[in-house]
């Protein structure tokens, strides 16, 4: 977009919030990154409302420090979320039960708010980076797999919500082949067996050694025979669900997007090959690798801050972009251990 002559230049300010991680840009118009910030969700002394509010005053003063005005915030946000009332009903890894996070940053720094779901930001995102198919993206599922398992639908070119905020919990559809223990208490989760850290966990309670990362898990499929019985779990726990999914919503495209997407072929192939052989004579729908990485809930969050349009290259400059930084480079590359009380 053009800027009326005589304005200052502006910035959307963008947060995803993690369990791990809060990550932060403040993205121009055109998705160049003009600042950009990561803390510890649970730094020293803070909770991570107050990592929240650390890393957009952070933003915030460094853009205004180079005379460009912020016009808004956006938050992608884990749990269950009510984009209508700017709440987290419930985020069990971030300790927020009912929060109301848009009425508080709006308290703090004046700026319109917005908050969605980071798996929903994600989905706008990647609608955004493919707006010469519109089309296609008006009935899509989106993917982001990392330490969760979670999917946005798009249905008539319409994310869906929910009754409650908590429609997209695919990670929680108990379908896997076994009795796996999820972190949700619920047993045959798909997230149990398909999330970056559930199949390092599993690698390595059944006797793996060799790979302490999943891009080191994913390099030794073809030698390691524990590697690629729990690869092949994954595929299949994913093929049912989303098998399922697509008999229900038939959807033109599944974008597979988070940290583990980067995996590449070895996930997309034989996944797309699964999903095909399950759904027989219904249609199958495409099968892609995420063009935006794990970056989508920070884009997506840039895009919601502010309701003016963007250029059409937005989500693509910025994961570019994105990409470029150390500094945001994803939690789960390699995977850190995960908390598991359960596994000694
Ligand atoms: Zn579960």
Same mark, same amino acid.
């Given at each position: 977009m053009t800027l009326e002559s005589g304005s200052s230049p502006t910035a959307r300010i963008a947060v995803d919030v993690g369990g791990t991680t809060v990550k932060?840009?403040?993205?121009?118009e055109d998705g160049s990154v003009i600042a950009h910030g990561t803390v510890a969700?649970?730094?020293?002394?803070?909770?991570?409302?107050? *990592?929240?509010?650390?890393?957009?005053?952070?933003?915030a003063s460094h853009i205004e420090a180079r005379g460009v005005r912020a016009t808004g915030i956006g938050v992608a946000s884990p749990g269950l979320v009510d984009a209508v009332r700017g709440s987290v009903v419930y985020a069990a890894n971030l300790g927020w039960t009912d929060l109301d996070l848009v009425p508080a940053l709006v308290d703090d720094f004046g700026l319109p708010v917005r908050l969605e779901h980071d798996a929903r930001a994600g989905a706008i995102a990647e609608r955004a980076a493919h707006i010469d198919e519109a089309g296609v993206y008006?009935?899509?599922?989106?993917?982001?797999?990392?330490?969760?398992v979670a999917a946005a639908v798009v249905t008539s070119g319409a994310l869906v919500h929910g009754a409650t905020g908590g429609a997209g919990?695919?990670?929680?559809?108990?379908?896997?082949?076994?009795?796996?223990?999820?972190g949700c208490g619920q047993r045959g989760c798909i997230e149990a067996y398909a999330s970056a850290s559930s199949v390092l966990r599993r690698y390595r309670a059944q006797g793996g050694t060799g790979a302490t990362t999943t891009p080191e898990l994913v390099r030794s499929l073809a030698d390691d025979p524990v590697a690629a019985s729990v690869w092949n779990d994954l595929i299949d726990a994913l093929a049912v669900g989303l098998s399922s999914l697509s008999a229900v919503l038939d959807p033109a495209r599944i974008v597979i997007g988070g940290g583990l997407s980067r995996a590449g072929a070895p996930l997309i192939e034989p996944l797309r090959a699964a999903i095909d052989a399950r759904l027989g004579w219904r249609p199958t729908p495409l099968l892609v690798q995420s063009a935006l990485g794990s970056h989508s809930g920070l884009i997506g969050a840039g895009l919601l801050a502010d309701d003016r349009p963007v250029t059409s290259r937005f989500?693509?400059?910025?994961? *570019?972009?994105? *990409? *470029?930084?150390?500094?945001?480079?994803?939690?789960?590359?390699?995977?850190?251990r995960p908390v598991d009380s359960h596994h000694q």
């Open positions: 932060g840009a403040a993205f121009s969700t649970f730094a020293a002394d803070r909770d991570a409302l107050g *990592s929240v509010r650390a890393v957009v005053a952070r933003l008006r009935e899509f599922i989106f993917v982001p797999i990392g330490t969760g919990e695919f990670g929680h559809m108990p379908v896997g082949p076994g009795r796996e223990l999820c989500a693509v400059t910025a994961a *570019s972009a994105l *990409s *470029s930084l150390r500094l945001l480079a994803p939690a789960e590359s390699p995977v850190p």
